[in-house]
Nanobody, 124 residues
Framework: QVQLVESGGGLVQAGDSLTVSCVAS????????MGWLRQAPGKERELVAA????????YYQDSVKGRFTISRDNAKKTVYLQMNTLKPEDTAVYYC?????????????????WGQGTQVSVSS
């Protein structure tokens, strides 16, 4: 059983930076792809960023390219999402997800386990 615990969310102003983290337990973190998804009120959950098991391949949603950076530390079983130049439209609950096969996919239903999420709120 894999457990994912997110932290680092909060309330910031537009233009600020924030880093959210996710620690994994159970499973084989180093052989798994990791992703960050978000869900804003009234909207569907969407994949924001993902990183392959090796860290060599990364995916970013168009709306966050150039502003968000995903990274991983396999020794700490932790994945990070650094968010710069935050906008009010980035307000959402941010979820960490793991895909045990190690490959990145954009289909939400193809990720194996999710965390409980951390709230990120950006005021204008």
């Amino acid at each position: 059983q894999v457990q994912l615990v997110e932290s680092g969310g909060g309330l910031v102003q537009a233009g600020d930076s924030l880093t959210v983290s996710c620690v994994a337990s159970g499973g084989t973190f180093s052989s798994s792809a990791m992703g960050w998804l978000r869900q804003a009120p009234g909207k569907e959950r969407e994949l924001v960023a993902a990183v392959s098991r090796s860290g060599d391949t990364k995916y970013y949603q168009d709306s966050v390219k150039g502003r968000f950076t995903i990274s991983r530390d396999n020794a700490k079983k932790t994945v990070y999402l650094q968010m710069n130049t935050l906008k009010p439209e980035d307000t959402a609950v941010y979820y960490c997800a793991i895909r045990l096969s190690g490959t990145i996919v954009t289909g939400i239903g193809l990720w194996d386990y999710w965390g409980q999420g951390t709230q990120v709120s950006v005021s204008s």
